[in-house]
């Protein structure tokens, strides 16, 4: 129903910035919140942000807090991850996910629609 098609990611030095963003197939993407996760080899999908169906409402666990902003453009079906000071163990496969119009999830079983991820290398 929804394909999302993340891009933005790749190599970056410590300290370092990368934007990454998703593009949503259907103009029905005002209806979803929308999250970004992370998956590093060996550990489970972890919650890196959140925003609302408006963009009104964000959030960002403690991790990234300060340093990655969320942000959407609903005329243009697309969500984006600002990522600031980067560090190495930022490191991971990056994926979007659209959820409900309902609320902002942090656990991954919330959202119903994934993208293929995008590589994030943050190197020392």
């Known amino acids: 129903q929804v394909r999302l098609v993340e891009s933005g990611g790749g190599l970056v030095q410590a300290g370092g910035s990368l934007r990454l963003s998703c593009a949503a197939s259907?103009?029905?993407?005002?209806?979803?919140?929308m999250g970004w996760f992370r998956q590093a080899p060996g550990k489970e999908r972890e919650f890196v942000a959140g925003i609302g169906t408006s963009g009104g409402y964000k959030d960002y666990p403690d991790s990234v807090k300060g340093r990655f902003t969320i942000s959407r453009d609903n005329a243009k079906n697309t969500v984006y991850l600002q990522m600031n000071s980067l560090k190495p163990e930022d490191t991971a496969v990056y994926y979007c996910?659209?959820?409900?119009?309902?609320?902002?999830?942090?656990?991954?079983?919330?959202?119903?629609?994934w993208g293929q991820g995008t590589q994030v290398t943050v190197s020392s």
């Open positions: 259907e103009r029905t993407f005002n209806y979803y919140s």
């Open positions: 996910a659209a959820g409900s119009s309902y609320g902002v999830s942090r656990v991954p079983r919330a959202y119903t629609y």
